[in-house]
């Protein structure tokens, strides 16, 4: 079954599954069901929230690209992040195709929400055949805040 129709149905069903999962664990993860439905919401345009993209990092669902430039990668990203930089797309591009199938569910970010760059290698990308792909609009500030896994 693809990871997500155009309806994002699969999608929902599977962050629902794990908001469930995470729930029943703890009472106080019950709080994650309001972020769960604005999740959605933002799932629907092509963005996703923190809760959302850490569950696809969790459960392994999703090919993380960082759009910054490839030094600011090097000195920190998302742990198992791919780079492709704006800059450096056309040259990038091919290796990454080589690598992952155009079936395969793949969340952009950069620094934070006022970044394009994950935007334009969003697009980028589905220009290219790349149809489940979704953006993280809070970027590496978000997810670092959180103390969420990083390398670099």
Partial sequence: ?????????????????????????????SQLFPAASSAFAK??????????????????????????????YYVSHIKGAISISESRFDEQFPAFRQKKPVETPIVVYCIGPN????????????????????????????WSKAGFPMEG
């Fill in 1 to 29: 079954m693809p990871f997500c129709t155009k309806s994002g149905k699969p999608f929902r069903k599977k962050l629902i599954a794990a908001v469930i999962v995470l729930s029943s664990i703890s009472p106080a993860l």
């Fill in 43 to 72: 799932e629907e345009s092509g963005e996703l929230n923190l809760t959302a993209t850490k569950a696809l990092f969790d459960t392994h669902s999703a090919c993380f690209v960082d759009a910054r430039s490839e030094y600011a």
């Fill in 115 to 142: 970044c394009s760059k994950a935007r334009h290698i969003a697009k980028k990308l589905m220009k290219n055949g790349y149809m489940n792909v979704r953006v993280f609009s809070g970027g590496l500030i978000e």
